[in-house]
């Protein structure tokens, strides 16, 4: 298959990537930059069936042009990912968010029904001199539309409540994405997984929470958690992500629907710095930059990505640190070196 990966040079993306190339496919990846890194994705550069394009999907005309190749499926992972900075700049979070996921939509549709396509009633009229082909978006949003969970964890239809421009415009993406299956017939899935770590995320302070942590912790230098620290998450290694996000496009019995990803287990943030820090560096509790845009409790409820496409985690939170922590040693050895 043809698959376009949009934000391919991020954290999740590039692994993302690298599962879909190991699967026989041909990938574009596209990412601005802005949060992604070309060195997430120099092992790709040598491969035939990989191309990397820089460029931004609030860009309409440069979203058309990429599209003259077709594709199968669109992995939709392009985005703005900072909470609190959605909070400090509203306006790039949801241009990001909603006015490239609508780009990538329009052009979507257009591949797959054509140009001169019209509607009547529920169903299409093609133009027959419209080269048409049919593809799949798989639109990656996020945990933090959720409202708190409960001790049985959140599952689908589990209340939202946008506490921040970033779950707002997470939330807007998504009816835009569910609108154009609805309306159009377009497949599309949206996906929900739950907070993801591990290897090639970001170390400093744009980073997550674990990688920040064990990278504190390597370096000696103290832990500092925003609030009580009682607030808690469920941490999704990102190979497992990476492999609910594909499993997602592959499988038709998603098409229309909400998924979660995550792990059944959440986590405090205390918990998780003891766990990390191991006794070697000191940990502070320090004022919440913008504690209105905290969740208290994230804890997923992943049977229904269970029941239709067969996911769950392999990885266990002590094993996924493990790794990760080994990544970042390993990272640091060659950069002494």
Request: glycine fraction near 8%; aromatic fraction near 10%; include cysteine.
């Amino acid at each position: 298959m043809n698959i376009l990966v949009t934000g391919g040079a991020g954290f999740i993306g590039r692994w993302v990537v690298k599962r879909l190339l190991e699967d026989g496919h041909n990938v574009v990846a596209l990412d601005n930059l802005s949060n992604g890194q070309i060195e997430n994705i120099k092992e790709f550069r040598g491969n035939n069936n990989f191309k990397f394009i820089e460029g931004d999907i609030k860009n309409e005309k440069f979203v058309g042009e990429i599209f003259e190749d077709k594709f199968d499926i669109v992995y939709h992972l392009a985005a703005s990912i900072n909470v609190q900075d959605s909070i400090d700049d509203p306006r790039t979070t949801f241009y990001n968010d909603t006015v490239g996921t609508f780009n990538i939509l329009e052009r979507t549709k257009i591949q797959m029904f054509g140009k001169n396509a019209k509607m009547e009633g529920e169903h299409w009229t093609l133009d027959s001199m419209d080269d048409v082909h049919p593809c799949k978006v798989v639109f990656m949003s996020t945990c933090m539309v959720y409202d708190i969970a409960g001790d049985l964890g959140i599952n689908e239809s589990h209340p939202t409540k946008p506490v921040s421009p970033y779950g707002g415009s997470k939330i807007a993406a998504e009816n835009m994405v569910l609108s154009y299956y609805n309306a159009y017939k377009l497949p599309t899935v949206v996906i929900r997984p739950f907070n993801t770590y591990g290897p090639f995320q970001k170390t400093g302070g744009e980073g997550g929470v674990v990688a920040i942590f064990i990278n504190n912790s390597i370096d000696g230098k103290d832990i500092n958690i925003y609030g009580s620290g009682e607030q808690t998450r469920d941490l999704l290694y990102v190979k497992d992500c990476a492999r609910f996000v594909i499993e997602s496009g592959y499988s038709r019995k998603v098409n229309g629907e909400i998924v979660n990803a995550g792990t059944g287990r959440d986590v405090t943030i205390n918990e998780l710095a003891q766990i990390i820090s191991n006794n070697r560096v000191k940990i502070n509790h320090v004022k919440h930059i913008h504690p209105q845009s905290e969740i208290m409790k994230l804890k997923c409820d992943y049977n229904k990505a269970k029941k239709l496409i067969g996911w769950q985690p392999e990885y266990s939170l002590e094993d996924g640190i493990k790794e990760t922590e080994e990544w970042i040693n390993d990272i640091k050895i060659r950069i002494k070196d």
